[in-house]
């Protein structure tokens, strides 16, 4: 499951240091960060790394306005994947999108992933080996490798972790006194769950932010529903394109990456 309903404010947001070719800009413009020009849209990197990790299945979760980008994944449809969509009527949140994709996932585990991140082979390929729930926790020092800046990282939520290495707690906007001495681990959106995950969805109330929190969906499947999330440590980057100022150093990043679509 890829979400790629969200707006793209960050995406649109002008910049007077990036440099961007007219149809990048354009891309920019319009919000959808899947189809930025990276090389090639950058969804089919994505998409070539699922498929090299052995999924074949994909949903891509959509806003109403999103034809563009579900013209495109139609082209490329039926190669190494199926892919189909769910739209998310309105941007109520991250857990909000996840309940619009209810009917693809059914009673089958599976793994979600944001549309403007590009995940290491070893965390994706990690995620389908196990057989419940589980969180991608990326250490610091490998998200470092990336082209993600050290200030960014520092607002990250943080994960905290038992000593079964079970996630216990998401951190969103820590203050300097919730950082662990030792090794500290960050969410980069890259889950693996099983369906109790839309029960806690359809449960939780609205944030303050008028959403639909998906931190607050896995704490509720933690607290609730005795839902165990395994943290699978990630030692490597993860590629980061929410604004136009990360266009020039993703393009150069993924140069050299091969596209089997």
């Known amino acids: 499951m890829i979400l790629a309903a969200g707006r793209g ?17 354009k891309v920019a413009e319009s919000g959808v960060k899947a189809l930025m020009p990276v090389g090639r849209p950058f969804i089919d990197y994505t998409l070539s790394a699922l498929g090299n990790a052995g999924y074949r299945k994909v949903c891509i979760v959509v806003g109403p306005g999103h034809q563009t980008l579900r013209d495109h994944c139609d082209a490329i449809s039926g190669g190494r994947f199926d892919i189909e969509f769910a739209v998310q009527a309105e941007p109520l949140g991250t857990a909000n999108a996840i309940a619009a994709a209810a009917a693809f996932a059914a009673y089958d585990p599976f793994l979600m992933i944001n549309s403007d991140n590009y995940y290491p082979q070893s965390a994706l390929t990690g995620m389908r080996s196990l057989n419940g729930s589980a969180v991608a926790a990326f250490t610091t020092e490998g998200i470092a490798g990336g082209n993600i800046p050290a200030e960014r990282v520092r607002n990250f939520a943080l994960l905290k972790v038992g000593v079964d290495g079970s996630l216990e707690r998401v951190i969103e906007k820590p203050d ?4 662990p001495v030792g090794q500290i681990l960050v969410g980069m959106n890259c889950w693996r769950f099983t369906p109790t995950i839309f029960e806690a969805c359809r449960s939780i109330p ?15 499947s933690i607290e609730r529903l005795n839902e ?34």
């Open 9 to 25: 404010t960050r995406m649109q947001r002008p910049s007077e240091t990036a440099l961007l070719s007219d149809e990048q800009r």
């Open 176 to 179: 300097p006194s919730q950082v």
């Open 206 to 220: 609205l944030s303050s932010r008028k959403e639909y929190e998906l931190t607050d969906a896995v704490a509720y």
């Open 228 to 261: 165990r999330f395994e943290a699978v440590v990630v030692n490597e980057p993860v590629l980061d394109l929410s604004s136009q100022a990360d266009v020039a150093e993703v393009t150069i990043r993924l140069a050299n990456v091969e596209v089997r679509l």
